[in-house]
């Protein structure tokens, strides 16, 4: 039997969700422009955006969501505004923002199309973006009023620091050392993001971190008929963050993009909507696919 | 998943949406939004 002969005749909503998945790199570029649109900034900016994005880049029309909340954990005060919205966003659906929306996620599935020799590396130390969230967004900043996450993020000194250095001379006096250690951290991540699958969402990125543990309850899910699955991996092999989409459809690590959909051989990876879609309501069961 | 299953999910998601809405609002209440933007357009 062919893979083909193997596929179940999709649904309307099944259907719709393989259809915005082949779209999915327009949507990035969308996306990108829109969060660095640049003639909005004065207003847009009060917004924090969802997904990870300098607002010291010049273009930028958004406020960084990690950015943000460090100033206010500096200032002593509870980010309501900005861990609602990225709650908001997170209950919604879960990382799907990572995969959709986030420029430098997009900029990392970039590098890694580099045609050099690639390197798998497993999934078992992701925790370590807990604990980045916890001490460079949280405590050190509470400690010493300085937004340390930021003074050496790889994200901020592609699109804000190396840009800000070239259009101002002003800016380029104040160079210091911290300065060029931004710049090699950058360096040792456009490496890694060569030869490995977005290590810094699936390693660094603290913004991901806070949206993870949304997944398994998100209103956007990823469901697998395990009775149908044949565990052949595709879904591995086209996942950028390198997980087995049916050991566990909600994990923290899935990024929601739905490349997994249109390689599956037996179309038994679905969208969950939570009761939003018609297919939920027609089932009666709130969240069936 | 069984139907319980599914109806607890159902719950805290909509448990979540209301929290961060909430959030929101709070924040939009203690001018959070200003703070953010000033903070944002001073970079």
Redesign the interface.
């Known amino acids: 039997m062919n893979n083909e002969s193997m596929k179940n005749e999709p649904s309307g909503a099944q259907r719709f969700w393989l259809g915005l998945a082949r779209q999915r790199t327009v949507v990035q570029v969308v996306s990108a422009l829109v969060l660095n649109s640049y003639f909005t ?2 207003v847009t ?4 955006c969802p997904a990870f994005n300098c ?2 880049c010049p273009a ?1 029309a ?3 969501p990690i ?2 909340i460090q ?2 954990v500096g200032r002593k ?1 509870v ?7 990225v ?2 966003v ?3 659906v879960g990382r799907a923002s990572c995969g959709w929306f986030c420029p430098f996620g997009w900029f990392q599935e970039l590098m890694y199309k580099l045609p050099v020799p690639k390197l798998r590396l497993p999934n078992r130390f992701n925790w370590t973006r807990y604990l980045i969230l916890a001490a460079l967004v949280i405590a050190i900043p509470f400690v010493t009023r300085e937004p340390w996450f930021c003074k050496l993020c790889p994200a901020g000194a592609l699109e ?1 620091s190396i840009p800000m250095a070239l259009l101002s001379v002003d800016i380029r006096a104040l160079i210091g050392a911290l300065y060029w250690i931004k710049i090699g951290i950058l360096g040792v991540m456009l490496f890694w993001m060569s030869v490995t699958r977005r290590p810094f969402c699936r390693w660094i990125c603290p913004l991901g971190a806070l949206w993870s543990p ?1 997944n ?4 956007f899910r990823l469901h697998v008929e395990q009775a149908d699955c044949i565990r052949c991996d595709r879904c591995q092999e086209v996942c950028p963050t390198d997980i087995r989409v049916y050991e566990n459809p909600v994990s923290g690590a899935c990024i929601r993009c739905l490349q997994c959909m249109p390689v599956c051989p037996v179309d038994c990876i679905s969208v969950a909507t ?2 939003w879609s018609l297919e939920t309501d027609r089932t009666g ?4 696919a | 998943m069984d139907t319980r299953g599914q109806r607890q999910l159902f719950l805290i998601n909509r448990a979540l949406i209301v929290l961060a809405v909430a959030a929101v609002l709070a924040g939009l209440f203690f001018d959070q939004w200003r703070i953010v933007l000033r903070n944002a357009i001073l970079l």
Do not use: D, E, T
């Open positions: 900034r004065h900016k009060g917004l924090p607002y010291a930028a958004f406020a960084c950015g943000s100033h206010f005060k980010p309501l505004y900005v861990l609602g919205v709650g908001l997170g209950a919604l804000a949304f398994p309850v998100s209103s939570s009761g069961i709130p969240g069936a």
